[in-house]
């Protein structure tokens, strides 16, 4: 295969790499184009492990792009969540990276560092060698070593202790979809953790929480005097966002945001709610995830 043909294979492997150090679509689509172009520069023949070669030359710019990121969010209006995703039925059969790209794993990434969170992705996800992800980070294969198990330690802390099944999810979201669409509580009041939080994002742009919502009766409070409530036609839809279940909303017939959950032993812990428009474009349709 010729440069083209080597980077279109890959293309959508170095996507979901760009996607999982960054959160953001929208910069992962950059990160590909800029990893294009210093790609075509590159002498074929010197090249040993394509693959190898290609993911470093995107993590590099992507942790490039990730510092910028975290300067925008300093001035982001509430919440920041990540951009979300409608995946296609197969993400979800791969349930490691089912789990890696969810809403509530992502947020998790958030609090890491760039090169913790790079070395942990590249190591944990794409189960790249330590003297590949030495070349891709700018570190010594030891130090690498060092990096990689304080990101594992810091996300085993924080994950959740059971992602729950697929119909757990389901159920848990045809609760919400119950609570928007009837105020009906009480299915959604049995299946919330005490501690829940829920977090919204709008980016300044649409009406959003601006804080975290925290406990049960609270968030249950929040759908009842209507999280999305309007004067307007609504329909809320059970899709895979991220590789697991979510729900889209649609006000009018236009896209509005879409919801995911964070289900640890059989209760929601985590509800997010996107609504910045910007991070709406990828639910028109699949995005193609690769590991």
Do not use: C
């Amino acid at each position: 295969m010729d440069g083209t043909e080597v980077f279109v294979a890959y293309r959508n492997l170095l996507f979901t790499v760009a996607y999982e150090i960054l959160g953001s679509a929208a910069d992962a689509e950059d990160v590909l184009q800029e990893s294009w172009l210093l790609w075509t520069g590159v002498d074929q023949s010197t090249v040993l492990n394509q693959r190898a070669y290609l993911i470093r030359i995107a993590t590099r710019q992507a942790l490039k792009r990730l510092r910028t990121l975290d300067r925008r969010k300093e001035t982001y209006v509430g919440p920041w969540l990540p951009e979300p995703l409608l995946t296609s039925p197969d993400v979800a059969e791969d349930v490691e990276l089912a789990e890696s790209v969810s809403l509530a794993m992502l947020l998790v990434l958030e609090t890491l560092g760039p090169t913790e969170r790079a070395v942990f992705v590249l190591r944990e996800v794409f189960e790249l060698e330590y003297d590949e992800i030495a070349e891709a980070v700018g570190k010594t294969q030891e130090a690498v070593r060092q990096i990689a198990h304080r990101a594992r330690t810091h996300v085993a802390a924080r994950r959740p202790r059971s992602t729950g099944s697929s119909d757990e999810h389901r159920a848990a979201l045809q609760a919400f979809q119950r609570a928007v669409e009837t105020g009906e509580l009480q299915s959604l009041l049995d299946i919330l953790a005490p501690d829940v939080v829920a977090l919204s994002d709008g980016g300044g742009v649409r009406h959003a929480l601006l804080r975290p919502i925290v406990g049960a009766d609270n968030v249950a409070r929040l759908l009842a005097v209507g999280w999305w409530k309007r004067d307007v036609e609504r329909s809320v839809e059970l899709v895979q966002i991220n590789g697991g279940p979510g729900l889209l909303v649609r006000v009018d017939g236009e896209i509005d945001g879409v919801v995911a959950v964070r289900v640890d032993n059989g209760r929601v812990t985590g509800a997010y709610h996107v609504r910045n428009p910007e991070k709406l474009s990828r639910l028109k349709q699949s995005t193609a995830l690769r590991r």
